[in-house]
């Protein structure tokens, strides 16, 4: 593959994965197509040398890998990627609907940190899983997408909003809920998805139980920029790094034990089932490696990559970085370092990183918090402090973090994904 492909499969994906369950199940095609085979967390796993696998949680969590190729590869230790598949957005309320003014509208809840200005005026479309009881008294969860504009956010007009430019603050409650058009009575939400649901041909369906729907924007994915040196799209945080994880682990050849777990819940804490500071790994880790010491003997052997995006110093806000730690997109992937543990990278985990960069040409940035500021966080501490795996913070460098249309580099993304792609390859990662 090379970086236009690369990119082009990219901006795909992301268009594809409108919410963590879509991203996992557009993975799991992939992983489908590549010869990776999906294990069910239910049964009982039979395990190849040198084979690929995968296992999902929750359908919003995936853990895939390659078995070493012999035995003695597990004492090499295991090379593990990690990233998350959640974004910050709007979830509708589970009793949602509202009629004001002849519009209808939908409750929402904000979910982790959203940047929440850029979600006025958009096209929104929605997605997510309903699950259903058909007329057999089954149960079952179904996957949607709306795909077309089926809501907007209006702003209040200047006009009637002076202050607009200079001190508006958003009312999570009262400025967001999305119209959906104009109805004579309120419509039943739960039957409006039923009719989607049969639209698209699940047929025999009884009722809607629940569901976990967020909106997103409609606006594709683009390459932007005179020489198209950017990636503009939503949710690159972190689907960016689940992406460069996948293709590098897929790139790689067999040898030592190669895993990429990618969880859901990290913009809101990572404590969940399926969330990084849940059992899902260890529990993993458990049945790869039963026997309790050979497990602490592999751990010690291994290296975690958590690959989240950086903050990269933006152009017209360059003092809110520190002077000599303002990562610039397309200068290659960026370490991320804090004193106070908020990442997880030591200076060995991080010259492992440096030293593989080195070994495909890749150029890499360092990021450090304004001493005067707090220090955002990631999965890294939490995998480390869980496991006690060696765990170095790394992620590409991007804009407008957590707003619903984010920009990164178009170069980085590749790179870090040949970085990662030789370090899953690389045997010997002792310092
Ligand atoms: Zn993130």
Same mark, same amino acid.
């Given at each position: 593959?090379?970086?236009?492909?690369?990119?082009?499969?990219?901006?795909?994906?992301?268009?594809?994965?409108?919410?963590?369950?879509?991203?996992?199940?557009?993975?799991?095609?992939?992983?489908?197509?590549?010869?990776?085979?999906?294990?069910?967390?239910?049964?009982?796993?039979?395990?190849?040398?040198?084979?690929?696998?995968?296992?999902?949680?929750?359908?919003?969590?995936?853990?895939?890998?390659?078995?070493?190729?012999?035995?003695?590869?597990?004492?090499?230790?295991?090379?593990?990627?990690?990233?998350?598949?959640?974004?910050?957005c709007l979830?509708?309320?589970?009793?949602?609907?509202?009629?004001?003014?002849?519009?209808?509208?939908?409750?929402?809840?904000?979910?982790?940190?959203?940047?929440l200005n850029p979600w006025f005026d958009r096209d929104l479309s929605?997605?997510?899983?309903?699950?259903?009881?058909?007329?057999?008294?089954?149960?079952?969860?179904?996957?949607?997408?709306?795909?077309?504009p089926v809501a907007i956010i209006p702003s209040?007009?200047?006009?009637?909003?002076?202050?607009?430019?200079?001190?508006?603050?958003?009312?999570?409650?009262?400025?967001?809920?999305p119209?959906?058009?104009?109805?004579?009575?309120?419509?039943?939400?739960?039957?409006?998805?039923?009719?989607?649901?049969?639209?698209?041909?699940?047929?025999?369906?009884?009722?809607?139980?629940?569901?976990?729907?967020?909106f997103y924007d409609c606006h594709?994915?683009?390459?932007?920029?005179?020489?198209?040196?950017?990636?503009?799209?939503a949710?690159?945080?972190?689907?960016?790094?689940?992406?460069?994880?996948?293709?590098?682990?897929?790139?790689?050849?067999?040898?030592?034990?190669?895993?990429?777990?990618?969880?859901?819940?990290?913009?809101?804490?990572?404590?969940?089932?399926?969330?990084?500071?849940?059992?899902?790994?260890?529990?993993?880790?458990?049945? !790869?490696?039963?026997?309790?010491?050979?497990?602490?003997?592999?751990?010690?052997?291994?290296?975690?990559?958590?690959?989240?995006?950086?903050?990269?110093?933006?152009?017209?806000?360059?003092?809110?970085?520190?002077?000599?730690?303002?990562? !610039?997109?397309?200068?290659?992937?960026?370490?991320?370092?804090?004193?106070?543990?908020?990442?997880?990278?030591?200076?060995?985990?991080?010259?492992?990183?440096?030293?593989?960069?080195?070994?495909?040409?890749?150029?890499?940035?360092?990021?450090?918090?304004?001493?005067?500021?707090?220090?955002?966080?990631?999965?890294?501490?939490?995998?480390?402090?869980?496991?006690?795996?060696?765990?170095?913070?790394?992620?590409?460098?991007?804009?407008?973090?957590?707003s619903i249309r984010?920009?990164?580099?178009?170069?980085?993304?590749?790179?870090?994904?040949?970085?990662?792609?030789?370090?899953?390859?690389?045997?010997?990662?002792?310092?």
């Amino acid at each position: 593959m090379n970086k236009a492909v690369f990119n082009q499969a990219l901006l795909e994906f992301l268009d594809a994965s409108p919410t963590p369950f879509h991203a996992v199940r557009q993975m799991s095609d992939i992983l489908d197509r590549s010869g990776f085979q999906a294990l069910d967390e239910k049964a009982v796993w039979q395990l190849a040398p040198g084979s690929g696998y995968y296992t999902v949680r929750n359908g919003s969590s995936i853990i895939a890998w390659r078995q070493p190729i012999n035995y003695k590869g597990f004492s090499q230790g295991l090379r593990f990627t990690g990233a998350h598949t959640d974004s910050p957005c709007l979830k509708v309320k589970p009793q949602p609907e509202m009629l004001r003014q002849g519009y209808f509208q939908l409750g929402v809840e904000v979910y982790g940190g959203v940047l929440l200005n850029p979600w006025f005026d958009r096209d929104l479309s929605l997605a997510g899983r309903v699950t259903v009881r058909n007329t057999q008294g089954q149960l079952a969860s179904h996957l949607i997408n709306f795909k077309k504009p089926v809501a907007i956010i209006p702003s209040l007009a200047i006009h009637l909003d002076r202050e607009a430019n200079s001190a508006r603050s958003i009312n999570a409650q009262t400025f967001l809920p999305p119209i959906l058009g104009q109805l004579s009575s309120k419509a039943d939400f739960r039957a409006l998805l039923k009719q989607h649901l049969a639209d698209q041909g699940v047929d025999d369906l009884d009722t809607v139980l629940d569901y976990e729907l967020a909106f997103y924007d409609c606006h594709k994915a683009a390459l932007v920029g005179l020489n198209q040196e950017l990636i503009c799209s939503a949710r690159l945080d972190n689907l960016l790094s689940c992406f460069i994880g996948l293709q590098a682990l897929l790139a790689a050849d067999a040898g030592p034990g190669q895993v990429l777990i990618c969880n859901d819940h990290e913009e809101v804490g990572s404590a969940s089932a399926c969330g990084a500071q849940g059992p899902m790994l260890t529990q993993w880790l458990e049945r !790869i490696l039963p026997t309790e010491v050979n497990r602490y003997e592999v751990l010690a052997n291994s290296l975690f990559v958590s690959a989240d995006n950086a903050h990269g110093v933006h152009p017209n806000f360059a003092e809110r970085h520190d002077d000599n730690h303002g990562p !610039i997109l397309n200068k290659g992937p960026v370490i991320k370092m804090n004193a106070n543990q908020r990442y997880a990278s030591n200076s060995e985990t991080s010259a492992v990183f440096r030293h593989l960069a080195e070994q495909v040409g890749v150029s890499v940035q360092s990021f450090v918090v304004r001493s005067d500021q707090g220090c955002g966080s990631t999965i890294g501490p939490i995998i480390a402090t869980e496991t006690g795996i060696p765990t170095v913070d790394v992620g590409v460098p991007q804009f407008a973090m957590h707003s619903i249309r984010e920009t990164a580099g178009s170069d980085d993304a590749w790179c870090l994904a040949r970085v990662l792609q030789r370090f899953y390859q690389t045997r010997d990662l002792r310092v």
